[in-house]
């Protein structure tokens, strides 16, 4: 199973320096390779749709791609010696980059959705280097050693879990400091938690007034982070257009505004996790709705949407759940809730079906209260979602315990 922890470094001023020298001309490249790329797609690029029977075709160059691109780096070291200040491994990760977003733009994704057309960075928005292999040795106490940087202090706020490899490692610039990712391959298998009871289920109705509202009728109230932080960011944002560009006190105004908007992220994070926690603590299934929050994002609701993080929300539940555990834990205790499952159910007229007899109840968005004569209910409309959804949920997991039971 793959993770990735984080932790904050405190480099020296020396290693700080080489950190962004490395951003900076690692940029540089970025962009004089995308610049490559630009050049050979407009010199081969035609842009007459039809032609005469008979005609020239010109001769076509030989298109930039990851491998030529990365062979070109030892002649760049040639060229230009201050490069070989960088680590091959951060280095050759710059091409890859470069074809990942030129491919996303003219083939598109694994879903066929193309991106836009790729960007040049400007200064300082190149932000995050890679090593591509990393021993486990090289992080031992608080210290992790970077290759042509130094061994630098980590803040371990937890430890890294026995049995699990460090593949990779990058090192990002964040608005209010240094830090690490560690990209682990946990060995250990993932297994259903013992006493796992399937009946022990909940049905969340996500939303924009009540963060959730769950079948057994508790509510979590929408905490609204960016709205209840918006006036010190308006603040902070008019204090950086006041600035002048290109001095530091349009940089320092720039480093505010950004520890300010980190510290919303940060706080929502925060409130998604101890929430995730207290659902999965309680019962050992959550069923929650497929919704297209990139759709719902293009709406008039796309500032709460976006404030209330639902996908994050339900990503943390989800690899929450499904942390795996490890035989170290002692009478079936599992790490962070392991062992428990999270069903996505269709969110297909889970608001407008009646949660006690199954029929159609149209009604509009804001009608806040469902009401059926014919079954004598009337409830909140929130609520009547989530038993719809429990109800789903609950039958998807018998249909996937009864596969199961096929299979063997």
Request: aromatic share 8%; proline share 3%; charged share 30%.
């Amino acid at each position: 199973m793959k993770n990735s922890y984080q932790y904050k470094i405190k480099p020296t001023p020396l290693q700080v320096e080489k950190i962004d020298k490395t951003l900076e001309m690692l940029r540089c490249q970025y962009n004089y390779l995308l610049a490559q790329r630009f050049d050979w797609y407009e010199m081969n690029r035609c842009p007459i749709d039809r032609c005469p029977l008979i005609c020239h075709i010109r001769e076509l160059k030989e298109q930039p791609n990851y491998y030529n691109q990365k062979a070109s780096l030892t002649k760049l070291k040639v060229d230009k010696p201050w490069y070989k200040e960088i680590h091959f491994q951060v280095l050759q990760e710059v091409p890859k980059k470069v074809e990942l977003a030129f491919d996303r733009w003219l083939k598109g994704d694994v879903n066929a959705k193309k991106s836009g057309r790729p960007r040049f960075k400007g200064k300082g928005q190149y932000k995050t280097f890679t090593y591509s292999q990393f021993k486990r040795h090289h992080f031992a106490a608080n210290k992790i050693t970077l290759s042509k940087i130094g061994n630098v202090k980590v803040i371990v706020n937890r430890p890294i879990p026995d049995g699990s490899d460090i593949k990779t490692v990058s090192v990002t610039k964040k608005a209010d400091g240094y830090y690490v990712s560690l990209s682990l391959d946990d060995k250990t298998v993932l297994i259903i938690k013992p006493d796992f009871d399937a009946n022990n289920i909940v049905g969340i109705d996500v939303g924009l007034i009540d963060f959730y509202v769950a079948s057994d009728n508790t509510r979590i109230a929408a905490p609204k982070h960016l709205r209840k932080a918006e006036r010190k960011l308006k603040s902070a944002q008019r204090r950086v257009s006041r600035r002048k560009k290109g001095f530091n006190r349009r940089r320092k105004a720039i480093k505010q505004l950004g520890i300010k908007h980190k510290k919303v992220a940060d706080t929502r994070k925060d409130f998604h996790f101890k929430t995730a926690k207290s659902l999965l603590d309680k019962y050992d299934a959550v069923a929650v709705e497929k919704l297209n929050i990139k759709g719902l994002s293009k709406t008039r609701l796309a500032k709460s949407i976006n404030d209330a993080g639902w996908g994050q929300f339900i990503s943390i539940l989800t690899v929450k759940a499904a942390k795996c555990a490890t035989g170290e834990y002692p009478r079936g205790h599992f790490r962070e809730n392991a062992g428990l499952k999270v069903v996505a159910v269709n969110s297909n007229g889970t608001s407008q079906e009646c949660s006690s007899c199954g029929q159609k109840v149209k009604k509009l968005l804001s009608q806040r209260i469902h009401n059926f004569p014919n079954c004598q209910v009337s409830l909140c409309r929130d609520l009547n979602a989530s038993l719809n959804i429990k109800a789903r949920g609950t039958h998807a997991l018998k249909a996937q315990s009864m596969s199961s039971q096929k299979s063997r």
